[in-house]
Structures are given as C-alpha cells and as structure tokens.
C-alpha cells in the first residue's frame, strides 16, 4: 500500500468528515470514511462496493461470516446484502481511514464485453489485499479531488478505469451477474432501487414483483437469494438506518426520525430499533454524543 493513497486520504477526510465520519467527494460514489475511536456494532445495507482500509482495522460480519480488514486489504460487497461492522482501532494519533467506491452498474455494463471473465469465484463478500491497479488510479484521482476543473474533465474517465480493474478481479462473475440485462442479478437490482427510492412509503410486494418481471413467488425467492432478507424485512432495515443516520448526522429527534421514514407510531419504532442496533434509539443518541465528544 503506498503511503501517498494514505496520506490523501488522511488530508481530505480530516477537512470534509461529516459527524457519521463519511467524506463525500465530487465524482459519484467515491467516499471515506474516518474514525478516530473504535466505534459500536454498525448495521448497513451497502450498495455493491469497494472499500480499501488504508489505516487501523474493522471487522465486517454476514451471516455467520465475520471478516477482518487491515491496513492494505480491500472489502469488496457484490451485492445489497445486510452486514454487522466494527471498526476495532482507530485513535486521534492514528484515525481509521478507508476510501470506498460504488460500483456504477452502467459503467460496469459499458465494459463489460471488453474484458475477459477471469477464473475464480466467491460469494457476495470477500476481503482480499489492494489491486495496485486500482491503488494506482485512485492516488490519481484523489489528487485532483481539490481541482473541479480537472475533476469535470478527468475525473469520469479516471472512475472508469478504477471499474476496469475492479471487473478484471477474480470476482468479475458476481459483478458482472449485477448487470447481465434481463439476469435474475439485474432484475432484483430494479426492485431494490425502487425500495431504496421509496423506502418510506408503502410499498406492495406484487408491485415490485412486476418490476422485476417475475412471478410473486419467484421474487421473493430471488430476492431473498441476493439479500438474504425479504423484501419487507429489506425495506424496514432501510428506514431503520436512515433513522439512525437522521437522528445521529442531523440532530434529528426520535419522533421526527420515526415518522420521516415511514413509522406510524414511536414505541414501534423504538421496539424494532432497539431489535437491530441491539440499544434503544435515546440510549444509542447518547452514546454517539458520547464518543464524539471523547
């Protein structure tokens, strides 16, 4: 791992660290995260992606698959699939930093046919150390994070390159499976977009069905295979993070949070938050004060 991804990283999500810890960036889907304390169990929903520790260490579970991340190692996610993380040491000396990329379906469509399927297969979660390729690409683009205009000229090209790599790794199948047209991979994806979009309003199980062009019962087996949730269990740990998120990032109170993503009534809420994140939301609140004040 070069020390000059490092210390990009490091300068940047210093100066744009939201209170979550996530740095957005101005090209599309490409973030860090920072953290300066080993922080509490973390439930997310992840959009495939790429995530390249460059600075302390994270444990990442699925199931009953529990992965551990370290400086140099990347996790890549092929699918929306709900995982447990931690990061297990990080310190005001020496911060967590790691920089994350989404795959972009379209991108990954656009050059897929170029590219050869390399043998090797895994699930929908791996860690595996630093493609120097995309370490390569990623130090380019992080230098010209500060300068919108190479950035507007640049900077989709560069994030194209960045895709090329990660299709060219031994997971291409199950990537490539995210955007094969009328796939069974491609097809949940619509569904998961239109609960993602939509996720704090009911929404009918057929409804979705029909967007992915399958029978009611084949959905829900399909999805269940991609997710390992059901599409209502998907949609209700939707809301419940974005609640958290609220409440933590913007300061939100537990009642506005509850009824802003869909919740009818509080002490619902509070019993299935308490259910995922293992706390109740005041006590969570509380404690994320806590440690951001520590």
Do not use: C
């Not at 990347?74 to 931690?86: E, G, K, R």
């Amino acid at each position: 791992m070069s020390r000059s991804l490092l210390d990009l990283v490091g300068r940047y999500a210093d100066a744009h660290a939201d209170p979550l810890g996530v740095s957005q960036t101005p090209v599309g889907g490409l973030s860090m995260v920072r953290a300066i304390y080993p922080g509490e169990l973390q439930v997310a929903i992840n959009r495939p992606l790429v995530a390249m520790v460059l600075q302390g260490r994270k444990t990442v579970t699925m199931g009953s698959e529990s992965f551990e991340l370290s400086p140099g190692e990347a996790l890549l996610i092929s699918a929306d699939v709900p995982t447990v993380s931690q990061i297990t040491q990080a310190s005001q000396a020496a911060p967590y930093y790691a920089l994350v990329l989404e795959i972009d379906l379209s991108i990954i469509n656009e050059i897929a046919d170029a590219i050869v399927l390399p043998p090797g297969q895994s699930g929908p979660i791996s860690v595996e150390p630093f493609d120097p390729n995309i370490e390569d690409v990623a130090v380019r683009l992080m230098r010209l994070l500060d300068r919108s205009g190479a950035i507007s000229v640049l900077g989709d090209g560069l994030l194209k390159e960045m895709h090329y790599w990660v299709l060219s790794g031994r997971h291409s199948a199950a990537i490539r499976r995210l955007g094969a047209t009328n796939g069974h991979a491609q097809r949940i994806s619509k569904a998961i977009g239109l609960i993602r979009q939509h996720y704090a309003q009911a929404i009918r199980v057929n409804e979705l069905a029909a967007a992915a062009g399958m029978s009611v019962s084949s959905f829900h087996q399909h999805f269940r295979a991609a997710t390992t949730l059901s599409p209502l269990q998907f949609q209700k740990q939707l809301r419940l993070i974005e609640a958290r998120r609220q409440m933590v990032a913007k300061g939100t109170n537990i009642a506005d949070a509850a009824y802003a993503v869909g919740y009818e009534s509080v002490p619902q809420f509070t019993r299935e938050y308490s259910r995922l994140f293992g706390v109740p939301p005041g006590r969570d609140l509380r404690q994320s004060k806590l440690d951001a004040a520590g």
